[in-house]
């Protein structure tokens, strides 16, 4: 499977993104997507996660962000609303495949700047 992130860019503090990623190849309805992201100098942390009935959301981005998948599209995408300067960061689409065996797969990422 390969992953393809985009809508990257740079916004100013209290505008809004939307981040798209789509999966070519085997993709199966019940995958699980993520995003996650990488700023300068920190470790890779999840944002967001959805199944086919949950989404969560890290504490940092409840309420501002919001993770949506669409089967049919084989897409994920995150609505990223109220972005502050420490949302910048590489973004990362992750696929969680368990069938036919337990894979995960990574998109490119696609880089978020916000100024202040």
């Known amino acids: 499977v390969q992953l393809q992130a985009s809508g990257g860019g740079l916004v100013q503090a209290g505008g809004s993104l939307r981040l798209s990623c789509a999966a070519a190849g085997s993709f199966f309805s019940g995958d699980d997507w993520a995003w996650y992201r990488q700023a300068p100098g920190k470790e890779r942390e999840l944002v967001a996660s959805?199944?086919?009935?949950?989404?969560d959301y890290a504490e940092s981005v409840k309420g501002r962000f919001t993770i949506s998948r669409d089967n049919a599209q084989k897409t994920v995408d995150l609505e990223m609303r109220g972005l502050k300067p420490e949302d910048t960061a590489v973004y990362y689409c992750?696929?969680?495949?368990?069938?036919?065996?337990?894979?995960?797969?990574w998109g490119q990422g696609t880089l978020v700047t916000v100024s202040s």
């Open positions: 992750h696929l969680n495949q368990r069938v036919p065996r337990p894979q995960d797969f």
């Open positions: 959805i199944t086919n009935t949950v989404a």
